[in-house]
């Protein structure tokens, strides 16, 4: 029983209480009456809404600044408040969380366009716990469905106030956070480098994308490209229909494709006409909660059908054909450019930008070859940042993917009070996360003697006997060698003439072999390839038209505490009978296959290195984002 287990147990084992948010706190808005201004020479630490939407816990070494005079009456921050994105331009990224999870007597201002959830009772929930909590898939979806809007969408705090969440005691959630927090270290690491690696990145792209007005001919963006803003519409029109690119698909990409885009709009002939998408279209971020986020960039590679763009994008259609897509797409990316789009922004209550304003570039002239070149430089600089291979974005897509698992898993609670147990122990690891299987179907049970087509056990030929054993070429498992994996080799061998004399009868490939007595006693393997044993085996030869073996195997994996506490004697034996009466779920075939090459992937992307660190934390993120929702979704006290 692991800690957690146990702290249940002892603390909530009828379930854990819940609360709406409205009964627990209140909620605050941000700073207001502040204009451009005020953020280009500030005296005091703001905290942006990129800063939220991008961090669980709020990153407070920041350099952003917002000019506070000293009568102002504007509120600011504290530990454990709960920040969330406000407004958004889908309704999936309103409501991000983020929490100030460190002590700081520095005063933070927060921006216009997130709101504050602060506890009335500070003490209830630890604000390490709540970073974790706040973006669980079930809060996440309860916080979605408290947005609304046509354009764009809104968080009704009115609604937020509905939202439930549960209150387990402070010990449980301090073994969840520690839990949790184990996940996030790697994650940080390859950030570091995937930021060193960006910087390099972007010190040769601008160095390549630098020129001076002796070199090159410079022409203005707006002799080059006609600008025009995007298409705007209800709600009701989105989600079927042609693809449409969004801010997200502009601001998340240099470039784009066919597979880039995340949603689709019903549009008519007209506004397929007025607000096509085409090769070589560049597309900049129009108006985004900070000056930052506006004026990304993103170029257009191939041609869609019927592909649009929505009103918070501007597109620009090139005049000429003097200039290549992938040209475009890294040069307006340039920092130079940054710079000169973030000057010339428009800062209210939003940060924006138009055509005129994006005509204040300068575009060097350059021959196509000269482009051709630059951009198979930048390719390859490119690949290095980015590709899975050799990159690293890839793999802390993948490890975040792992922390969600396990956050969502070990905020879960079953009806019982009890959850998935969690262990990085090799000889626990199949036992532990094969349980998984238990959420995917339902409770249809059987025993082992009913799946299985021939059992045996094997035996140990005598040691005095040489004959069994000198220049044996068969292979002869012992228990010890039984250590819930694949058997593709034996590390002792026994003689034609054992076999023949004694017991140890050879078994076909694909057995689920389980340890009968000793220390061993409960684990299990596979053999992928025909081998004897010795009698401390129990050889389950499954039938197929009833199970997988592979599935079979997994499932008794996972009962090796339930094994173990049918062991009897000094010893501590089990027999054939008390593990051929294991009851395992048994769905149909096909489900049997899915479940099998979930668990195949997890185990061998987890554990394999040959695999590489990509694949690993790729499975292990997915592992931590199934155990972060169950253990997230706790189980309401019944009254």
Same mark, same amino acid.
């Given at each position: 029983m692991s800690r957690l287990d146990e702290l249940i147990q002892e603390l909530c084992p009828d379930g854990v209480e819940y609360k709406t948010l409205g009964e627990l706190g209140k909620f605050y808005g941000g700073i207001t009456g502040k204009s451009k201004d005020d953020f280009t020479d500030g005296n005091a630490k703001f905290i942006t809404y990129k800063n939220v939407y991008s961090n669980p816990a709020l990153d407070i070494d920041v350099d952003d600044k917002v000019k506070i005079g000293d009568d102002e009456n504007q509120r600011t921050l504290e530990y454990g408040d709960i920040i969330f994105t406000g407004s958004s331009e889908t309704p999936d990224e309103c409501g991000i969380s983020s929490v100030l999870t460190q002590q700081t007597d520095e005063k933070l201002y927060l921006n216009s366009f997130c709101f504050v959830f602060r506890f009335d009772d500070t003490s209830i929930m630890l604000p390490d716990f709540s970073k974790h909590l706040f973006r669980s898939s079930e809060l996440r979806y309860q916080i979605g469905k408290t947005a609304n809007g046509v354009t764009r969408f809104n968080v009704s705090k009115k609604q937020m106030r509905q939202v439930k969440l549960p209150v387990p005691p402070l010990?449980?959630?301090?073994?969840i956070v520690r839990i949790l927090d184990s996940f996030t270290l790697l994650t940080a690491e390859l950030t570091a480098e995937l930021t060193a690696r960006k910087r390099q990145y972007e010190f040769y792209r601008d160095d390549l994308l630098t020129f001076s007005n002796n070199e090159v001919e410079f022409k203005s963006f707006g002799e080059l490209f006609d600008v025009r803003n995007g298409l705007n519409k209800g709600k009701e029109f989105f989600g079927h229909g042609s693809p449409i690119i969004n /801010?997200?698909?502009?601001?998340?990409?240099?470039?784009?494709a066919k597979d880039s885009f995340t949603g689709?709009?019903?549009?008519t002939p007209d506004e397929i006409e007025r607000y096509s998408a085409k090769k070589g279209d560049v597309f900049f971020t129009r108006t985004s909660e900070t000056k930052e986020d506006i004026g990304m960039t993103s170029t257009l590679i191939e041609d869609v059908e019927n592909c649009v763009f929505s009103g918070f994008v501007l597109r620009a259609r090139p005049k000429t054909d003097l200039l290549l897509p992938k040209f475009c797409a890294?040069? /307006?990316s340039s920092t130079a450019v940054r710079n000169t789009i973030v000057r010339y922004a428009s800062f209210t209550t939003r940060a924006t930008t138009t055509g005129e304003k994006l005509s204040k570039i300068l575009v060097p002239?350059?021959?196509?070859?000269?482009?051709e070149k630059i951009v198979y430089v930048l390719d390859n600089f490119d690949a290095i940042c980015s590709d899975l291979n050799i990159g690293l974005p890839a793999e802390i897509e993948a490890r975040q993917k792992q922390y969600e698992y396990y956050r969502d898993a070990l905020l879960t609670y079953a009806a019982t009070g009890k959850i998935i147990a969690?262990?990085?122990?090799?000889?626990?690891?199949?036992?532990?996360?094969?349980?998984l299987i238990q959420f995917v179907y339902g409770s249809v049970k059987i025993s082992l003697k009913n799946i299985s087509k021939h059992c045996s056990s094997g035996s140990t030929p005598k040691k005095g006997n040489s004959a069994y054993y000198k220049g044996g070429t068969i292979p002869w498992l012992r228990t010890q060698d039984v250590r819930f994996n694949e058997i593709y080799e034996a590390t002792a061998f026994i003689t034609e003439l054992a076999v023949k004399e004694t017991s140890a009868k050879w078994i076909p490939e694909n057995c689920v072999i389980v340890a009968i007595s000793g220390a061993s006693a409960g684990r299990c393997a596979i053999n992928k390839i025909p081998l004897t044993t010795n009698q401390h085996c129990l050889n389950i030869e499954i039938d197929p038209n009833m199970a997988l073996y592979k599935y079979v195997f997994y499932c008794v994996c996972s009962q090796y505490e339930e094994l173990l506490s049918r062991k009897e004697?000094?010893?501590?034996?089990?027999n054939a009978s008390r593990i051929l009466s294991l009851e395992i779920p048994l769905p149909s075939l096909k489900e049997q296959e899915r479940i099998v090459g979930i668990l195949d992937r997890f185990d061998a992307l987890c554990n394999d290195l040959s695999s590489g660190l990509p694949?690993?934390?790729?499975a292990r993120q997915k592992q931590y984002e199934y155990y972060r929702d169950r253990l997230l979704n706790f189980e309401p006290i019944t009254k």
């Open positions: 010990e449980v959630q301090r073994e /801010f997200t698909d502009v601001y998340n990409n240099r470039w784009l689709t709009v019903e549009v890294y040069y /307006f002239i350059l021959s196509k070859e000269k482009q969690q262990t990085d122990r090799q000889t626990d690891r199949q036992t532990s996360i094969i349980k004697g000094a010893r501590g034996d089990l694949a690993e934390i790729e």
